[in-house]
């Protein structure tokens, strides 16, 4: 079962030296008048962008109806001659991470032609949850292959990836530890980048609200990329040659440090400040870094102790070498990817706002080290929906309350919300009739108020309550919305068609189901934006399979929904009597069918899975009658 956590801190007070951080001195409260206001905001602006759209002619993509039907198949002949005529598979992420890739990674991890399951970039930022099919014990993994728990399956780390060894251990491999998980002979780990105490303390103090996961991301790459960090390597070998390079590059915390004139108990209080909800973002041990006198001093000696000379941390090895032998003999390579295409680093159209590893099928390619040109790559695309949700500041044209909205109003978990203030986690069926009844003939959703909220916001709250999608400890909204074909034609484009979505069961609570078939320009103040040569103006369309608008741009798209019937008659969930008793030779209900068959018309894609209940092996294969 897929499973990513991401958890954000901000803190209170006014921003200092140019910095997004404030001071710690105290924790913020639910601030009712504010979001009174910031709903209001929302609504006037919208209103003002819906007097320019809503006299647009509706579009010919609105009357399109999909006409494909799709019975269930067998894993065998659906999944398995992907894997036999591949020699590297990838599982990537084909929205903005979160999107429930654990269940394709096993699913390909359990063939017994693949030899060894491997991450090749990005960290701890990442992650999923899963369970040991024999003992039914949970494991959470964030940088460790999901492979160590299929028995006779080498995992690797390869050198391109960022970690946090203290972490690492302490968090995913004395799980293993403590399970008894036979791992020292099946797990390598590459040269990889070292992430610091000071590192993440940069990435806490310098990070904007909601933009990072506060696992040391940005500061670590920046090192990487100025060649001044450390690798695991320089850990092993002489302590005197890692002492001078983490001396050379902890001079950027130290600036950031007197520049914003923190002290190192201004530092400690942010640390404690962002631990006071109970969510331990900052452990002890980088709170004690924090408090240290001499920092160089602490790192090695931590390193000493808990890598060094900690006989159960994993074994070393050149994994780009151990891969490509594998290849070399025959063997098939499973890539787990984190993120995904559109959080990638290499991804143009949301740089401002994604990771900062390419993340996209080709950054894993890359970071492999493999010959491109003589092996068959197969990469498996992975999309949530419905619900399709982001985490995260950016645009993003498909949520139905902007990224950044709750969090710029104080609300960290959906706790937030005082007692008898927030109902619409109790009325979703209202809040759904509502926002779909709001979209237009033309596709545009016209705006609405729900008790004093706009009607986007209640329903992408709503939305996160019906389907889980907030962090499970800290109960932070992600905020949801469309299967967006505009953004996933271009995915489709360069990752290749095959698709699984993850999670179709939610539809079973839908009476009607919305896709996006194009974005449309809106912008009130009248500004046009120039994107790669091409200048927006309002009213101007982007289709499915158009060039899609950078950032700034995207900022003023805004989605023509194309509505399509539910299936709350035929639910889908594994677990249902419905699906049960249903006679596993008909194919898929009808507008199941009209679903999928509208995302492949409008993507290019080919739907080969979709994901019908929360455990690993509740994923159905299907094939197009």
């Not at 929906?385 to 960290?412: C, K, M």
């Not at 539809?507 to 009130?524: E, L, R």
Request: aromatic share 8%; glycine share 8%.
């Amino acid at each position: 079962m897929a499973s990513r956590s991401r958890v954000f801190a901000r803190f209170a007070g006014a921003a200092a030296a140019g910095f997004g951080v404030a001071s710690s001195s105290q924790a913020f409260a639910y601030d009712g008048k504010k979001m009174e206001a910031a709903n209001k905001e929302l609504f006037d602006t919208r209103v003002k962008q819906y007097a320019i759209l809503r006299d647009m002619p509706p579009l010919p993509e609105l009357q399109h109806e999909a006409k494909g039907q799709y019975k269930v198949a067998k894993k065998e002949d659906v999944l398995y001659p992907l894997i036999e005529k591949s020699d590297v598979l990838m599982v990537a992420g084909a929205f903005f991470g979160d999107e429930g890739k654990g269940k394709t990674v096993d699913a390909i991890a359990n063939h017994p032609d693949v030899a060894c399951v491997l991450r090749v970039n990005s960290g701890e930022n990442a992650g999923h949850t899963v369970f040991d099919a024999a003992t039914g014990r949970k494991y959470i993994f964030h940088l460790a292959p999901s492979g160590l728990l299929t028995p006779g399956k080498l995992n690797l780390v390869g050198p391109e990836c960022v970690m946090d060894p203290v972490s690492f251990y302490r968090k995913e491999v004395k799980q293993l530890v403590d399970g008894k998980v036979d791992y020292l002979d099946r797990l390598f780990i590459g040269n990889v980048h070292v992430v610091t105490p000071y590192h993440k303390l940069l990435d806490m103090i310098t990070s904007g609200v909601n933009a990072s996961t506060l696992k040391g991301m940005s500061p670590v790459h920046a090192s990487k990329v100025k060649k001044r960090g450390i690798r695991l390597d320089h850990i092993f070998n002489e302590r005197e040659v890692a002492e001078k390079r983490l001396s050379k590059d902890i001079q950027d915390y130290e600036a950031v440090m007197a520049r914003m004139k923190l002290t190192d108990e201004d530092v400690v209080k942010m640390c404690q400040q962002c631990n006071a909800d109970g969510v331990k973002r900052m452990p002890d041990y980088i709170i004690d870094f924090a408090a240290s006198k001499d920092k160089v001093k602490f790192i090695m000696d931590m390193y000493e102790t808990e890598v060094i000379n900690n006989p159960n941390f994993p074994r070393r090895g050149d994994v780009s070498h151990i891969l490509r032998e594998k290849l070399a003999n025959g063997k098939k390579i499973l890539i787990e990817g984190p993120q995904s295409y559109w959080l990638s680093n290499a991804a143009e159209k949301f740089w401002e706002s994604s990771t900062s590893a390419q993340t996209c099928a080709g950054g894993l390619a890359a970071a492999g080290r493999f010959n491109i040109q003589d092996k068959k790559v197969t990469v498996l695309n992975i999309h949530k929906a419905p619900g399709s949700s982001r985490v995260g500041v950016g645009a993003n044209p498909s949520a139905y309350a902007p990224q950044d909205f709750f969090s710029s109003n104080d609300i960290q978990t959906l706790n937030d919300f005082p007692a008898g203030t927030w109902e619409a986690g109790e009325d979703f069926q209202v809040l759904h009739n509502k926002w779909f009844d709001s979209v237009q003939k033309n596709g545009v959703v016209k705006p609405e108020w729900h008790k004093g909220w706009d009607l986007g916001v209640a329903f992408a709250v709503s939305s996160s309550y019906t389907h889980g999608e907030c962090g499970a400890t800290t109960r932070k909204p992600r905020v949801c919305g469309l299967f967006d074909c505009v953004a996933h034609a271009e995915v489709n484009q360069v990752q290749g068609p095959y698709l699984s979505i993850s999670a179709l069961d939610r539809g079973d609570v839908y009476d009607k189901i919305g896709v996006i078939v194009a974005y449309v320009y809106s912008n009130p103040s009248g500004k046009q934006s120039s994107t790669n040569g091409r200048v927006l103006k309002n009213g101007d369309i982007i289709k499915s399979g158009d060039a899609l608008p950078t950032e700034e741009a995207m900022k003023h798209c805004h989605p023509i929904v194309k509505v399509l019937p539910g299936w709350k008659d035929t639910p889908v969930y594994a677990g249902g009597s419905w699906w049960k008793n249903r006679n596993p030779s008909d194919p898929l209900p009808a507008n199941v069918s009209k679903f999928i068959s509208t995302v492949e018309d409008f993507t290019g894609a080919k739907v080969v899975s979709f994901g019908n209940g929360p455990k690993g092996d509740q994923i159905v294969y299907i094939n197009k009658i």
